[in-house]
């Protein structure tokens, strides 16, 4: 079973900086990949950036580009997101979550399915 806990929300001026946390259990093929998603009131959740945990391979949404870096410490089975020059519009409920080995890199939520409880990143303008 694979777990995810995630941390490292909170509350930031816009052009601030955060970095959240995912913890996961041991690498399995059910967590190849680890990706952050967010979901602001009202809306639907989006993807925002995905590691593969074997290749280190990356990628993000347009939106979060050259803003957002996710990174992986293997050692500590630990997925990070830090995220810089937030914007009001970064607001929402992060979440990471797992999925198998061969999905790839789309950031579609409907292609995980392990899901950590969230955390909150507020960005006030």
């Known amino acids: 079973q694979v777990q995810l806990v995630e941390s490292g929300g909170g509350s930031v001026q816009a052009g601030g900086s955060l970095r959240l946390s995912c913890a996961a259990s041991?690498?399995?093929?059910?967590?190849?990949?680890i990706g952050w998603f967010r979901q602001a009131p009202g809306k639907e959740r989006e993807g925002v950036a995905v590691?593969?945990?074997?290749?280190?391979?990356?990628a993000y949404a347009d939106s979060v580009k050259g803003r957002f870096t996710i990174s992986e410490d293997n050692a500590k089975n630990t997925v990070f997101l830090q995220m810089s020059n937030l914007k009001p519009e970064d607001t929402a409920m992060y979440y990471c979550?797992?999925?198998?080995?061969?999905?790839?890199?789309?950031?579609?939520?409907?292609?995980?399915?392990?899901w950590g409880q969230g955390t909150q990143v507020t960005v006030s303008s």
């Open positions: 979550a797992a999925a198998p080995v061969g999905t790839g890199f789309a950031l579609v939520p409907a292609l995980y399915f392990h």
């Open positions: 041991e690498y399995t093929n059910s967590r190849t990949y």
């Open positions: 590691i593969n945990s074997l290749s280190a391979g990356t």
